[in-house]
């Protein structure tokens, strides 16, 4: 209990330096919000003061003399309605204002979230789960910010009580005093609100995430639950967590089942209380039938907008939490360091030196131990070794998006790490076994943005086998793809992934088995572009991950991975002669087919 | 195929109905239909309502009665009565509040209830739906669909809908107060507030709007946003960065821009209520003063008019607001209605669907034809038989409708023309439990869950034990790249599987279909990012396994074919060739001879 308090003290705290930064970084925005929301409080409390000062100057007297006079009359609209008009200006300041700041921050969160993931490093990015990172930059950028939209309410409540309190005591000491009870009543009725409900709404607001993920986990796997019939384990999964909450949110509910009355009633009760005191002081003289009538009146305008005090409070839990989610990737450090060099300008293929790399992502399991290889201008090496050897992870290492433990790589003797930034992917570009597709038109994912002719594009589109379909696409190249590229069959994909690489003439161009999805017929198409590309200009280097023998035999020199290392270097050829593992790999198809068939 | 083409509308081209046909008082209706509990004790809900929201004229009645009776009484105050009264009303008060707390407890109970069945039966629906109209939906409108959409329509019921029937009827019997007080006074005060009630319908329908972008434009966002998590490496090898932070910003100031557009509106709807109010309180008091001179009106009488404003204001404001809620609610709650109104056209035939005997079956396509909606046709006249137990390779080009055929044999998509029979049983009338029992399809691209290796493999065949998988892994002839991981079955594969390489999902998702057991077993490419020797090797595995079942594989790689008992090609969406390897590879200037000499031509001795 003692450190459920404390807890509880800290997240108070904390919650009022989350809004801190908030009101640093929109200054304007927030005096402009927190001004209307005091106009607010001020003209609501004028009110009761104009219904007062009516009953005392206009109404009572017109009654008693039974005649008023027309100026008086005139009066009481100008000021009901110059209150009413003040009031209205008010709301729109406060809740336009509350608004715009609640957005403009989450705005300003989400382009910094947004960069880091731009400027942190691969490593970085492998070491948090892609959902994780999906809710800091959404979800949890939401609730930090959450307490923007209550907090002008709650300031101008503030400013509210303390001029109803001081009005209270102007007109009726005592009866000032009996009202004075309701508010730290309301206030403190909150807190116990809060204090009870808060954990489950926390609690709730995790198990949507949870639900959320089932479902954009189970419907991203659509295919394998229906094929293998998992419809009603899945949906077992689903309503568990469905109901969970739904058992949480039912809990909260009958929480604020208890407390909504009890806030309601108690300004209710604190008027009847003043009307008691209130005629006997009128019978004793003590003060007069209008000022009863104004603390009745300011006791039941004020409690309301109390509880704006308790929405503030109850927001700050969710948004602390979000707080330091999102902080946690806009302090996380560790970008890749970027040096000064420059490639010198040349239109030939680059030389790629690799010596002496090691890797490790899990340090019981390293990927790469001690990988020596170089790609001379113009020529086409082939890594291959067997599944999960470390061939994906050297490319990665190639491109930089990772650096290693310890080696280097050199791009035309440069050391990469030393060059500067654009500086590399202007030279290499790499296409990845599984192809990223952007939400945008099938040029914008070919050119990424870079200033290309459409008549490049279709270049690139066509060695890379896949103007026949963007062809036949219904807007051809203004075709929009969509999230994820998911309209596209694997290998259209892979074929779009390998023209946005060639539509940048690379000067070394790295296929991480970037064909893997498309039949040999078309791969075989490809390769001959790539290789006529290369005749007919100048010669990019090319590394290859491969299994194919056609794609292997092109290449001048292979390099051959085995756990790690690299166990053989040399010509196809050469390589088929020398080792037994290597010629067992590439092999395969052919000594399985021989066996039966045996053909010539 | 289907494209989205319109740049603004984010989800365009989706087969999935929106549910924007349906009206607002159907949608009700509808909803009512599919979570029957929120019918559950509704009557007595609303009565508990109409009691609790008596509890707000309690006070101004005391005061009214404070003012004439006790304060103004003849022959000075009287504080027994004003005491009496107290007590009174602190009684009714009581006795509201209990009523309002009994409402609120079973408003939430049947309204999360509600929802709660709600959601699951629209997610059970999602899978429901065909492979085609899932693929159309973004996944994130999908998942919105069962987690935000439905979050919405329950705050809209346990916060909205009741209290704005509630807040209707307070301004009735607030009303009919005041008619009683003065009708005079009634009439000025609903004239005060004509205006707004007129203004409310204008500002719906640009709310309405507000709203429409505002949910597109998040779509957007959140889409923008994925880009540099989902996209990351592809981003940084292409030095794209200032690119993609553009497009997010973009997005960023579109979804801040249609918020505070929507919200202009929200605050100016809001506000003018308030206007009403100080016209509504000045009238009251002249007119009232007014009609004082006629002598059928006190002071008091004007006073708890003044405080029956404040009643009346209280739930305008309230209901003006819930509608403004209700225009999102609403339509989330449509859009949640509308997955379950989207016809599940595989149908799952239930008990009264045949249960296919174990052991081998054996597939017969009549004379099937098939076409993606407002496309051309993909497969055309394809009638075949595939006896049971034969291994059967499917090959052909790119587009030729491979990929197709194996879908329709799983029942993935249902032919346009034709039927598919399995063991003579027409594949839609097959109980849907029975058929996956007994057939199973391993596609090229594995979808693995974010747990272990072991819990993923156990998805073909829930009460695997470790001792099974691991002696599947043996049969397999994968358990040498199990036994190199570091933490064996127990790896965590990542989200979607990705701290695994293509190839190693390829692994789990083929250990996954052989602990399934199945009679019929439809390999789409599923091995084609393992490297040759291993897939060679996993292919005589599959091939001693295979022998008790049937089994179709669809292979770019024509090793596969060579080793198959038979061989059907498929160009242009029709089987153009059928037979053993050794037989088509001799039909020169066949299509079979034409894809064997290039496959050859790649992979013999360079």
Same mark, same amino acid.
């Given at each position: 209990?003692?450190?459920?308090?404390?807890?509880?003290?800290?997240?108070?705290?904390?919650?009022?330096?989350?809004?801190?930064?908030?009101?640093?970084?929109?200054?304007?925005?927030?005096?402009?919000?927190? $001004?209307?929301?005091?106009?607010?409080?001020?003209?609501?409390?004028?009110?009761?003061?104009? $219904?007062?000062?009516?009953?005392?100057?206009?109404?009572?007297?017109?009654?008693?003399?039974?005649?008023?006079?027309?100026?008086? &009359?005139?009066?009481?609209?100008?000021?009901?309605?110059?209150?009413?008009? $003040?009031?209205?200006?008010?709301?729109?300041?406060?809740?336009?204002?509350?608004?715009?700041?609640?957005?403009?921050?989450?705005?300003?969160?989400?382009?910094?979230?947004?960069?880091?993931?731009?400027?942190?490093?691969?490593?970085?990015?492998?070491?948090?789960?892609?959902?994780?990172?999906?809710?800091?930059?959404?979800?949890?950028?939401?609730?930090?910010?959450?307490?923007?939209?209550?907090?002008?309410?709650?300031?101008?409540?503030?400013?509210?009580?303390?001029?109803?309190?001081?009005?209270?005591?102007?007109?009726?000491?005592?009866?000032?005093?009996?009202?004075?009870?309701?508010?730290?009543?309301?206030?403190?009725?909150? $807190?116990?609100?809060?204090?009870?409900?808060?954990?489950?709404?926390?609690?709730?607001?995790?198990?949507?995430?949870?639900?959320?993920?089932?479902?954009?986990?189970?419907?991203?796997g659509?295919m394998v639950?229906?094929t293998l019939?998992?419809?009603?384990?899945?949906?077992?999964?689903?309503?568990?967590?469905?109901?969970?909450?739904?058992?949480?949110?039912?809990?909260?509910?009958?929480?604020?089942?208890?407390?909504?009355?009890?806030?309601?009633?108690?300004?209710?009760?604190?008027?009847?209380?003043?009307?008691?005191?209130? @005629?006997?002081?009128?019978?004793?003289?003590?003060?007069?039938?209008?000022?009863?009538?104004?603390?009745?009146?300011?006791?039941?305008?004020?409690?309301?907008?109390?509880?704006?005090?308790?929405?503030?409070?109850?927001?700050?839990?969710?948004?602390?939490?979000?707080?330091?989610?999102?902080?946690?990737?806009?302090?996380?450090?560790?970008?890749?360091?970027?040096?000064?060099?420059?490639?010198?300008?040349?239109?030939?293929?680059?030389?790629?030196?690799?010596?002496?790399?090691?890797?490790?992502?899990?340090?019981?399991?390293?990927?790469?131990?001690?990988?020596?290889?170089?790609?001379?201008?113009?020529?086409? @090496?082939?890594?291959?070794?067997a599944t999960a050897s470390?061939k994906s992870?050297?490319?990665?290492?190639?491109?930089?998006?990772?650096?290693?433990?310890?080696?280097?790589?050199?791009?035309?003797?440069?050391?990469?790490?030393?060059?500067?930034?654009?500086?590399?992917?202007?030279?290499?570009?790499?296409?990845p076994q599984t192809?990223?597709?952007?939400?945008?038109?099938?040029?914008?994912?070919?050119?990424?943005?870079?200033?290309?002719?459409?008549?490049?594009?279709?270049?690139? &589109?066509?060695?890379?086998?896949?103007?026949?379909?963007?062809?036949?696409?219904?807007?051809?190249?203004?075709?929009?793809?969509?999230?994820?590229?998911?309209?596209?069959?694997g290998g259209?994909?892979q074929?779009?992934? &390998?023209?946005?690489?060639?539509?940048?003439?690379?000067? &070394?161009?790295?296929?991480d088995d970037a064909t893997s999805a498309v039949?040999?017929?078309?791969?075989?198409?490809?390769?001959?572009?790539?290789?006529?590309?290369?005749?007919?200009?100048?010669?990019?280097?090319?590394? @290859?991950v491969?299994y194919?023998?056609?794609?292997?035999?092109?290449?001048?020199?292979?390099?051959?991975?085995?756990?790690?290392?690299?166990?053989?270097?040399?010509?196809?050829?050469?390589?088929?002669?020398?080792?037994?593992?290597?010629?067992?790999?590439?092999?395969a198809?052919?000594?399985?087919?021989?066996?039966?068939?045996?053909?010539? | 195929?289907?494209?989205?083409?319109?740049?603004?509308?984010?989800?365009?081209?989706?087969?999935?109905?929106?549910?924007?046909?349906?009206?607002? #008082?159907?949608?009700?209706?509808?909803?009512?239909?599919?979570?029957? *509990?929120?019918?559950?004790?509704?009557?007595?809900?609303?009565?508990?309502?109409?009691?609790?929201?008596?509890?707000?004229?309690?006070?101004?009645?005391?005061?009214?009665?404070?003012?004439?009776?006790?304060?103004?009484?003849? !022959?000075?105050?009287?504080?027994?009565?004003?005491?009496?009264?107290?007590?009174?009303?602190?009684?009714?008060?009581?006795?509201?509040? +209990?009523?309002?707390?009994?409402?609120?407890?079973?408003?939430?109970?049947?309204?999360?209830?509600?929802?709660?069945?709600?959601?699951?039966?629209?997610?059970?629906?999602?899978?429901?739906?065909?492979?085609?109209?899932?693929?159309?939906?973004?996944?994130?409108?999908?998942?919105?669909?069962?987690?935000?959409?439905?979050?919405?329509?329950?705050?809209?019921?346990?916060?909205?809908?009741?209290?704005?029937?509630?807040?209707?009827?307070? #301004?009735?019997?607030?009303?009919?107060?005041?008619?009683?007080?003065?009708?005079?006074?009634?009439?000025?005060? +609903?004239?005060?507030?004509? %205006?707004?009630?007129?203004?409310?319908? +204008?500002? =719906?329908?640009?709310?309405?709007?507000?709203?429409?972008?505002?949910?597109?434009?998040?779509?957007?966002?959140? !889409?923008?946003?994925?880009?540099?998590?989902?996209?990351?490496?592809?981003?940084?090898?292409?030095?794209?960065?200032?690119?993609?932070?553009?497009?997010?910003?973009?997005?960023?100031?579109?979804?801040?821009?249609?918020?505070?557009?929507?919200?202009?509106?929200?605050?100016?709807?809001?506000?003018?209520?308030?206007?009403?109010?100080?016209?509504?309180?000045?009238?009251?008091?002249?007119? !009232?003063?007014?009609?004082?001179?006629?002598?059928?009106?006190?002071?008091?009488?004007?006073?708890?008019?003044?405080?029956?404003?404040?009643?009346?204001?209280?739930?305008?404001?309230?209901?003006?607001?819930?509608?403004?809620?209700?225009?999102?609610?609403?339509?989330?709650?449509?859009?949640?209605?509308?997955?379950?109104?989207?016809?599940?056209?595989?149908?799952?035939?239930?008990?009264?669907?045949?249960?296919?005997?174990?052991?081998?079956?054996?597939?017969?396509?009549?004379?099937?034809?098939?076409?993606?909606?407002?496309?051309? %046709?993909?497969?055309?006249?394809?009638?075949?038989?595939?006896?049971?137990?034969?291994?059967?390779?499917?090959?052909?080009?790119?587009?030729?409708?491979?990929s197709?055929?194996a879908?329709?044999?799983?029942?993935?998509?249902?032919?346009?023309?034709?039927?598919?029979?399995?063991?003579?049983?027409?594949?839609?009338?097959?109980?849907?439990?029975?058929?996956?029992?007994?057939?199973v399809l391993v596609p090229q691209e594995g979808f693995l869950f974010?747990?272990?290796i072991?819990?993923n493999v156990?998805y073909g065949?829930?009460?695997?034990? *470790?001792?099974?998988?691991?002696?599947s892994a043996?049969?397999l002839g994968v358990d040498d790249w199990l036994?190199a991981l570091?933490?064996?079955?127990?790896t965590?594969v990542g989200?979607r599987g990705e701290s695994l390489s293509a190839g190693e999902r390829q692994l789990v998702a083929l250990l996954r279909a052989h602990l399934a057991?199945?009679?019929?077993l439809v390999l789409d490419e599923a091995t084609s990012a393992v490297d040759p020797a291993l897939e060679m090797q996993i292919g005589?595995a599959l091939?001693?396994?295979?022998?008790?079942?049937?089994s179709?594989t669809i292979a770019h790689r024509?090793s596969t074919? *060579?080793?198959?008992?038979?061989?059907?090609?498929?160009?242009?969406?029709?089987?153009?060739?059928?037979?053993?390897?050794?037989?088509?590879?001799?039909?020169?200037?066949?299509?079979?001879? !034409?894809?064997?000499?290039?496959?050859?031509? =790649?992979?013999?001795?360079?």
């Amino acid at each position: 209990m003692g450190t459920d308090a404390g807890l509880r003290g800290t997240t108070t705290r904390d919650g009022f330096r989350v809004l801190w930064v908030g009101i640093k970084r929109e200054p304007r925005v927030f005096t402009i919000a927190t $001004l209307g929301a005091v106009l607010f409080g001020v003209l609501t409390v004028a009110d009761a003061w104009v $219904l007062g000062w009516s009953t005392e100057h206009v109404l009572i007297p017109a009654f008693e003399t039974g005649e008023v006079r027309t100026s008086l &009359l005139v009066w009481v609209v100008a000021l009901f309605m110059g209150v009413a008009i $003040l009031r209205a200006v008010g709301i729109v300041a406060r809740r336009l204002g509350g608004g715009i700041m609640y957005y403009r921050m989450q705005s300003h969160t989400r382009r910094g979230v947004t960069r880091q993931y731009l400027t942190l490093p691969m490593e970085w990015h492998q070491r948090h789960p892609t959902g994780q990172l999906l809710s800091n930059a959404s979800s949890d950028i939401e609730a930090a910010w959450s307490p923007i939209m209550p907090l002008p309410m709650a300031l101008g409540t503030v400013v509210m009580m303390v001029i109803a309190v001081v009005q209270m005591f102007v007109a009726d000491v005592v009866m000032a005093l009996v009202g004075l009870l309701v508010f730290p009543a309301v206030v403190g009725v909150n $807190l116990l609100y809060q204090h009870y409900s808060s954990p489950l709404m926390t609690r709730a607001q995790g198990l949507r995430a949870e639900v959320s993920e089932i479902a954009h986990e189970s419907f991203d796997g659509a295919m394998v639950v229906k094929t293998l019939g998992r419809e009603v384990e899945e949906t077992d999964r689903f309503r568990a967590k469905a109901h969970e909450l739904r058992d949480v949110n039912i809990r909260a509910g009958r929480i604020r089942a208890v407390f909504d009355p009890a806030l309601a009633s108690l300004p209710n009760l604190g008027v009847l209380v003043v009307l008691a005191v209130g @005629v006997s002081r009128v019978a004793s003289g003590a003060t007069e039938p209008g000022d009863v009538v104004t603390v009745a009146y300011l006791l039941t305008i004020v409690s309301f907008p109390i509880r704006a005090i308790g929405w503030l409070l109850g927001e700050f839990p969710r948004s602390v939490v979000g707080y330091r989610r999102a902080k946690a990737v806009l302090d996380a450090t560790g970008s890749m360091e970027f040096g000064d060099d420059r490639l010198p300008p040349s239109t030939t293929g680059a030389l790629l030196e690799v010596d002496d790399l090691h890797y490790s992502y899990d340090p019981d399991a390293p990927l790469l131990r001690g990988v020596d290889f170089d790609v001379q201008p113009g020529r086409t @090496v082939a890594l291959v070794g067997a599944t999960a050897s470390g061939k994906s992870t050297l490319t990665s290492l190639m491109t930089r998006l990772v650096d290693p433990d310890s080696g280097v790589i050199r791009v035309d003797g440069h050391d990469v790490k030393g060059l500067r930034k654009g500086e590399l992917p202007r030279a290499v570009a790499l296409v990845p076994q599984t192809a990223f597709m952007f939400d945008d038109t099938v040029r914008g994912n070919v050119t990424l943005g870079a200033d290309v002719l459409d008549a490049d594009v279709w270049a690139a &589109l066509r060695t890379a086998q896949a103007d026949g379909f963007v062809a036949a696409l219904p807007e051809g190249l203004d075709t929009r793809l969509g999230e994820r590229g998911t309209s596209l069959s694997g290998g259209q994909r892979q074929r779009l992934s &390998l023209a946005r690489a060639l539509v940048r003439r690379p000067r &070394l161009l790295i296929l991480d088995d970037a064909t893997s999805a498309v039949d040999p017929e078309v791969e075989a198409r490809i390769l001959a572009s790539l290789r006529d590309d290369r005749d007919g200009g100048a010669a990019a280097s090319l590394v @290859v991950v491969a299994y194919r023998k056609a794609t292997i035999s092109l290449a001048d020199e292979v390099v051959h991975l085995d756990a790690g290392r690299v166990v053989g270097r040399g010509t196809h050829a050469d390589l088929l002669d020398s080792s037994p593992a290597y010629a067992q790999l590439v092999n395969a198809y052919e000594t399985d087919a021989d066996a039966p068939g045996g053909r010539a | 195929m289907t494209v989205t083409t319109d740049p603004t509308a984010a989800t365009s081209g989706t087969r999935m109905d929106s549910g924007e046909t349906i009206g607002a #008082m159907a949608t009700i209706r509808l909803g009512m239909k599919y979570s029957p *509990e929120l019918r559950e004790g509704l009557r007595a809900t609303l009565v508990l309502a109409v009691l609790a929201s008596c509890g707000q004229i309690v006070v101004p009645i005391a005061v009214q009665q404070t003012l004439d009776r006790g304060l103004n009484a003849p !022959g000075g105050p009287r504080l027994d009565y004003v005491l009496w009264m107290g007590v009174l009303a602190a009684l009714a008060i009581a006795v509201t509040s +209990w009523a309002s707390y009994l409402m609120t407890a079973r408003l939430f109970t049947t309204s999360e209830r509600g929802l709660a069945t709600l959601r699951t039966k629209a997610f059970r629906h999602v899978h429901d739906l065909p492979l085609l109209t899932q693929n159309t939906e973004r996944r994130g409108a999908l998942v919105s669909r069962v987690t935000s959409d439905v979050d919405q329509v329950s705050q809209f019921l346990v916060f909205g809908g009741l209290i704005f029937v509630v807040s209707i009827g307070q #301004m009735l019997v607030a009303t009919v107060l005041m008619v009683v007080y003065s009708w005079q006074l009634a009439l000025v005060v +609903w004239l005060a507030f004509a %205006p707004l009630f007129v203004s409310i319908r +204008w500002f =719906q329908r640009k709310l309405s709007a507000a709203y429409t972008v505002v949910r597109r434009q998040v779509g957007v966002l959140l !889409g923008a946003i994925s880009e540099p998590v989902v996209g990351a490496a592809v981003v940084r090898t292409y030095g794209v960065e200032a690119r993609t932070q553009e497009r997010i910003d973009t997005a960023i100031q579109d979804w801040q821009d249609a918020y505070t557009h929507a919200q202009t509106y929200t605050v100016t709807s809001f506000s003018l209520g308030g206007l009403s109010a100080g016209l509504a309180n000045a009238g009251v008091i002249v007119i !009232g003063v007014l009609l004082g001179f006629t002598g059928d009106m006190t002071p008091g009488k004007v006073l708890a008019f003044a405080f029956l404003v404040t009643l009346f204001v209280g739930p305008v404001q309230m209901g003006t607001q819930i509608l403004t809620d209700a225009q999102n609610a609403i339509a989330s709650w449509r859009r949640v209605l509308g997955i379950l109104e989207t016809p599940a056209d595989l149908v799952d035939p239930g008990p009264d669907g045949e249960v296919l005997p174990r052991g081998p079956i054996d597939v017969r396509f009549a004379d099937v034809g098939f076409s993606y909606p407002d496309g051309p %046709p993909v497969l055309r006249e394809i009638d075949l038989t595939i006896g049971a137990g034969t291994r059967v390779a499917i090959v052909g080009e790119t587009g030729s409708g491979k990929s197709t055929f194996a879908k329709l044999l799983t029942r993935l998509m249902d032919p346009v023309d034709g039927a598919v029979l399995l063991d003579g049983v027409d594949v839609r009338r097959i109980d849907a439990r029975s058929l996956r029992r007994s057939v199973v399809l391993v596609p090229q691209e594995g979808f693995l869950f974010d747990d272990t290796i072991a819990a993923n493999v156990r998805y073909g065949r829930l009460d695997a034990s *470790e001792d099974e998988i691991r002696a599947s892994a043996v049969e397999l002839g994968v358990d040498d790249w199990l036994a190199a991981l570091p933490k064996g079955l127990h790896t965590q594969v990542g989200q979607r599987g990705e701290s695994l390489s293509a190839g190693e999902r390829q692994l789990v998702a083929l250990l996954r279909a052989h602990l399934a057991d199945p009679d019929l077993l439809v390999l789409d490419e599923a091995t084609s990012a393992v490297d040759p020797a291993l897939e060679m090797q996993i292919g005589r595995a599959l091939e001693r396994l295979m022998q008790s079942r049937t089994s179709v594989t669809i292979a770019h790689r024509l090793s596969t074919a *060579e080793s198959a008992d038979e061989v059907i090609v498929v160009d242009k969406g029709r089987v153009v060739q059928r037979g053993p390897h050794s037989e088509l590879v001799t039909q020169a200037g066949s299509v079979y001879a !034409g894809l064997h000499a290039s496959w050859v031509s =790649q992979h013999s001795r360079a």
